[in-house]
């Protein structure tokens, strides 16, 4: 049996930002050996997503701009408010992201793909991207291999 | 190690369409020989979907109903756009589907259940759906097994 | 090869309400022997989700409060109506939690992480949580590991 773990890190450069990192899930499968069997991959961080969509700027652009309208930094002003926009004790520092905790709830923080024949299984359209929603930040991403 | 990778095709038949596909992952799980380990399936395409909720009619039209409400095909006039809504030279086309991107990211495109002594082990109320979001397509869905 | 699988039971008290489980998670992991591979948990419900974000009591209500508010149980007066908002010959009652399905499509059912010398790979602020949205109820949760 190969099980294989490797943690890539990202590098973000705005506050939000969809960054394409299919070719390092490849490349992990393809270093691995790996013939059948499952890639999975995972952010570690609770303010950004992991998600697989059609790779194109203009659809990038889409996904952040419509997950900030469902789940915005700043409520619509005379609405709502977030419970986590309140100083923290551990933290040292006021609550600020719940908008974007909601972005990774939303968009989701995993995806899997089968292996065949060593290469991945995917539809030509789909891409890999992790996205942040509270960067820029150093970010890992946990891909893994299981089969043989 | 037993690892088995199915790929069957789904006709949809209308624009948005929720299609029961438990039978299939049944029987994939069933012709693959597996014990114990786990089923995952994944759809191919990156305007539909997969996901697992209760299986009655009046629910797979409010699940289809408020996808669109939530990531409508055309924004409400006067309100935001949708960047996506451009040609595409790649594509010799309008890309006009942002909205279908966006069910197929809010609604996931994947589902994974363990296995126990050859039966999928869910819930007596889970179904396994895929969801047309930009049909009718022949479409792929990916089926899965792994474990012994 | 190490495949395991045990059913938790989880016991909601309200009708909404995060219950976090990472403890529970990371025993299964433990007590199987399991050294390289992954774990998987899934809600058996369809009106409950399985989710991963930071672990804080403020967040905990903004996520409950936001996918009530993105999936309410009922709709703004005079706006859209839920069909699942019928009576259910099969269920003798009245279907009356479409918002709560469609909170645990949002939310979604399920989570991995990979395992690597016996302990969860997960980052310092992840936390696993069963959300009920339809309670109070016994609910159960399947955590399986695999690998070796």
Chains 1, 2, 3 share one sequence.
């Not at 943690?7 to 393809?30: L, P, Y």
């Not at 551990?90 to 024949?117: M, Q, T």
Request: glycine residues 10%; proline residues 3%; contains cysteine.
């Amino acid at each position: 049996m190969i099980i294989k773990l490797e943690k890539i890190e990202v590098q973000s450069r705005k506050d939000m930002e969809m960054i394409d990192i299919t070719e390092q899930v490849e490349r992990v499968v393809a270093e691995s050996g790996l013939k059948n069997g499952v890639v999975m991959a995972m952010t570690a961080h609770t303010s950004s997503g992991l998600l697989v969509t059609e790779g194109i700027d203009c659809l990038e652009r889409d996904v952040l701009a419509h997950l900030e309208r469902l789940a915005p930094k700043d409520p619509p002003e005379g609405s709502y408010h977030y419970w986590h926009n309140r100083y923290l004790d551990y933290d040292g520092r006021l609550g600020f992201n719940a908008g974007d905790h909601l972005k990774s709830i939303l968009g989701g923080i995993n995806c899997f793909f089968p292996v065949e024949d060593g290469k991945i299984v995917r539809g030509s359209r789909q891409r890999v991207y992790f996205v942040e929603y509270d960067g820029p930040l150093a970010r890992t991403v946990c891909i893994q291999v299981l089969g043989e």
